[in-house]
């Protein structure tokens, strides 16, 4: 009875918020799982109004997309730095009377008013980062100021090492050289100063964040954590009370199979990586305040992060295993693009846009016809259901149009989905654009190998900040 009553306790404890369909509503076992991971700059919880603008809404000031691996054997951690520009997408957001309001979108703006502002929720900011990245957010979690304090505090404290000392007077951060186990209030103020490590700037804020977040996992992931019931109970307690999600994991038991995904991942398959942007070059030199993409190497990165293709080696027995899986599906994939192409001039297709970029059917018909001279393919508008990849549906005795369909699009042989039963004469394929797709012309097939100049931040190690 008293387990109970704590169980119920811990459910009620829980903030759950209805984003509708901006998230999934749930993962699979045989999927990769995509969280999205918030820390608003609301100023709620005691003793928190003195951090300025205490009547503040909240924006997304650090936001985190964190992509499990379909085999559970490793993940990725995005940070999207808050001052990046972007297009914010019209919102539909659910009223306490139960209605829904739909928020314009704003073109142009920083992400960080992707929450919070005009009455935006978390689903908004799930919604702007799949405009960004390409990728559909699963779930949600949003923490506060709080949530620093009070889950550094339910672990003990969370080793930092500082390879200087600093003095922030805006953040009140005050720390020698060294190590420290930093919790509460302390542990805040590390997370939130801008001026003590690189060039004082949210870039390097965010670096700091990652290895602190690092630590903390390892503190989290610690024998002494997971065994101590006084320490399992004080986490369970805080981070409940802490946390706000989407109704797909809205309950203790949504979590702990959530938990239960994720529990048996080595830390070192866990790679913190940020956004590439550069300076917004429509600012002035010497005023620059914010970001923009870097698509040399922020595009295949994120093509990565959709391939599902790890950022760091994974244990060599879960690597051959996931090897030896890969060779195997890709082999039977390549064994599909053997073979002839038809001529352009063959080739039937209907185009569905599953998921990509507003008008991408349209864009991708006129591409088709007027550089490829493929005449025989129809606009068949919005699919029936969003995908997240791009799919080629073809029957045996069109293998030869698909061939050469691929070849044109820069479509993976994991994209192409042959029938069982021939087609009759005339009969078109259907290509479904998904949430991968980026324009015609542009290659889905994701790299192997993430670009040499990228951040990266690996949980298992401990790094000093400088």
């Known amino acids: 009875m008293g387990a109970y009553l704590y169980y119920d306790h811990l459910n009620n404890n829980l903030k759950v918020t209805d984003v509708g369909d901006a998230g999934t509503g749930g993962f699979k076992k045989d999927q ?24 503040s809404v909240g924006h997304a000031d650090t936001t985190i997309l964190f992509h499990v691996s379909k085999d559970r054997s490793n993940a990725t951690a995005l940070s999207i730095p808050r001052d990046l520009i972007t297009n914010i997408p019209a919102c539909p957001t659910k009223q306490p009377d139960g209605s829904t309001k739909t928020i314009p979108g704003e073109k142009g703006t920083r992400f960080n008013i992707s929450l919070g502002q005009e009455g935006r929720d978390p689903g908004c900011t799930m919604r702007t980062v799949k405009e960004i990245t390409g990728i559909t957010v ?55 100063t801008r001026h003590s490590f690189g060039n004082h700037g949210d870039l390097d804020r965010i670096k ?27 986490l369970a307690e805080a981070a409940t009370k802490s946390l706000n999600v989407d109704s797909g994991i809205g309950s203790i038991d949504k979590l702990t199979n959530l938990a239960g995904e994720l529990k ?25 305040a914010t970001v923009v993409i870097e698509h040399g190497s922020a595009d295949p990165l994120l093509k990565m992060i959709q391939g599902d293709v790890s950022l760091t080696e994974v244990e060599k027995k879960e690597q051959a295993a996931k090897d030896a899986a890969d060779a195997e599906a890709k082999s039977k994939a390549d064994a599909l693009l053997q073979g002839n192409r038809a001529p352009a001039g063959d080739v039937r297709v209907d185009v569905y846009n599953g998921g990509g970029p507003s008008g991408s059917a349209s864009t991708t018909l006129a591409w088709l016809q007027n550089t490829k ?44 989905k042959m029938g069982s ?43 000093c900040a400088k």
């Open 373 to 416: 001279g493929v005449n025989k393919a129809s606009n068949r508008g919005n699919a029936p259901a969003k995908v997240d990849t791009t799919q080629l549906e073809y029957a045996p005795n069109q293998a030869d149009q698909a061939r050469a369909l691929a070849d044109m699009m820069g479509l993976p042989a994991t994209a192409l």
């Open 421 to 463: 039963a021939d087609a009759a004469p005339k009969t078109p394929m259907k290509l479904t654009l998904g949430a991968d797709f980026k324009g015609a012309g542009i290659s889905l097939n994701a790299p192997q190998k993430a670009p040499e100049d990228i951040q990266r931040v690996e949980a298992d190690k401990a790094i």
């Open 138 to 192: 699963d779930h949600f979690m949003m923490v506060d100021f709080n949530a620093v304090k009070v889950l550094s505090t339910a672990v003990g404290g969370v080793p930092v090492c500082l390879a200087k000392a600093v003095d922030d007077k805006d953040s009140k951060l005050k720390l020698d050289a060294g190590e420290h186990r930093l919790q509460g209030e302390e542990a805040l103020a590390f997370v939130r």
């Open 208 to 234: 700091t964040q990652q290895q602190f977040l690092g630590s903390m996992m390892r503190e989290m992931k610690s024998k002494e954590t997971l065994t101590s019931p006084k320490k399992f109970f004080s």
């Open 264 to 288: 048996d991942m080595d830390l070192k398959n866990i790679t913190f990586t940020t956004l590439p942007v550069l300076d917004n070059p429509a600012e002035p030199e010497g005023k620059k």
């Open 32 to 55: 990769p799982i995509n969280i999205l991971v918030i820390g608003t700059d609301k100023r709620s919880g005691a003793g928190n109004e003195g951090y300025g603008d205490a009547e």
